[in-house]
């Protein structure tokens, strides 16, 4: 069964930064895509970045460019978010996901529809909270 756990969730002000961690088990690491999505009150998961098998291609929202960087450790079957520069806007729950098919891309994980979110496995979540 796969497992994602995430970590690193915290309350920060507004400029600072938070690196969160994602714990995958129960299958190959290496062999899938993965990401992070967020989700704010009330709101629909939000892609914030995605990342290839081999790390080779990556891809962000546009409202975190520039400021989050996505990467993963297949030896740890571990994915990471470094967040600098963080904005009140950014508090949400954070979550990272992967797909159930290996034939899922990286780049298809940016422009998901709800209903291919449903085949995603899902972590619970870490909590953002980003003061003014």
């Known amino acids: 069964q796969v497992r994602l756990e995430e970590s690193g969730g915290g309350l920060v002000q507004a400029g600072d930064s938070l690196k969160l961690s994602c714990v995958a088990s129960?299958?190959?690491?290496?062999?899938?895509?993965m990401a992070w999505f967020r989700q704010g009150p009330g709101k629909e998961h939000e892609f914030v970045a995605a990342l290839s098998r081999s790390g080779g291609a990556v891809y962000y929202s546009d409202s975190v460019k520039g400021r989050f960087t996505i990467s993963r450790d297949n030896r740890k079957n571990t994915l990471y978010l470094q967040m600098n520069r963080l904005k009140p806007e950014d508090t949400a729950f954070y979550l990272c996901?992967?797909?159930?098919?290996?034939?899922?891309?990286?780049?298809?994980?940016?422009?998901?529809?709800?209903?291919?979110?449903?085949?995603?496995?899902w972590g619970q979540g870490t909590l953002v909270t980003v003061s003014s």
């Open positions: 129960g299958r190959t690491f290496n062999t899938y895509a």
């Open positions: 996901a992967t797909p159930e098919s290996v034939a899922t891309s990286a780049q298809s994980m940016t422009t998901m529809t709800l209903a291919q979110q449903r085949q995603l496995y």
